[in-house]
């Protein structure tokens, strides 16, 4: 078990530009969080997956950002069009399951667009 | 919706004991949370309380009482290394995600 691994660990890309991150959750754990943070703030929800399955996508979430988990290890988090709202910290957590009480998180990836 | 309130910043001297509070608006309440986030770091866990009352871990205490949707974290014997944002998260209707607070950040003097 090493834990949650997120890469790249930071993405500096021009604006309008689709950039895209990896995350590889704990092996044993099948729902996947996605969240966003910025300075001084604290994470906010983006989505969700059960195994492959996406359950939930925050409101907040724009048509330029889409994630997927095919085959419910690892998942990928797409920004198309970046824009220079988009620069945050991306973290990526997992947990065993719904009842779970504690996320692990990744170290995140750090997104700044110029 | 959810919407969490916690004190923006925290200061304490070592050795001292500090508390930070949370008091929460939810619909539909299935615990609260608590994390660790140093500065360029992950969020880790510290603790849960799903039920009134004190739970304990260590130097760590948290604190719930769901009739006045207040919780707070108890940083006992301070350490420099405690210093530190610190998020307050509540699970909402039906386990499906956690919602973090706004965070407060603990500067641990010597």
């Known amino acids: 078990d090493t834990g949650v691994s997120q890469d790249p660990r930071h993405k500096i890309t021009k604006r309008g530009q689709n950039v895209t991150f990896r995350c590889d959750p704990i092996s044993e754990h099948n729902r996947l969080y996605w969240y966003r943070q910025t300075l001084g703030q604290g994470p906010e929800f983006l989505t969700y997956f059960q195994n492959e399955a996406q359950l939930e996508k925050s409101r907040l979430l724009s048509d330029r950002f889409s994630a997927e988990r095919p085959k419910g290890s690892f998942s990928t988090l797409e920004i198309q069009r970046t824009e220079q709202g988009d620069s945050a910290m991306y973290l990526c957590a997992s947990s065993p399951g719904p009842g779970a009480h504690g996320y692990t998180f990744g170290s995140g990836t750090r997104l700044t667009v110029v | 919706g959810q919407s969490l309130e916690q004190p923006s910043e925290v200061t304490a001297v070592e050795g001292a004991i500090v508390q930070i509070n949370c008091t929460y608006q939810?619909?539909?309440?299935?615990?609260l949370s608590w994390y660790q986030q140093h500065d360029g770091g992950a969020p880790t866990f510290l603790s849960y309380n799903a039920l009134d009352g004190l739970e304990e871990t260590g130097r760590f205490s948290s604190f719930l009482s769901r009739s006045d949707s207040y919780g707070y974290l108890l940083l006992q014997e301070l350490q420099m290394k405690d210093s530190a944002s610190y998020f307050c998260?509540?699970?909402?209707?039906?386990?499906?995600?956690?919602?973090f607070g706004t965070g407060t950040r603990l500067l641990v003097s010597p």
């Open positions: 998260a509540v699970r909402n209707t039906g386990f499906q995600k956690l919602v």
């Open positions: 939810t619909s539909g309440f299935y615990g």
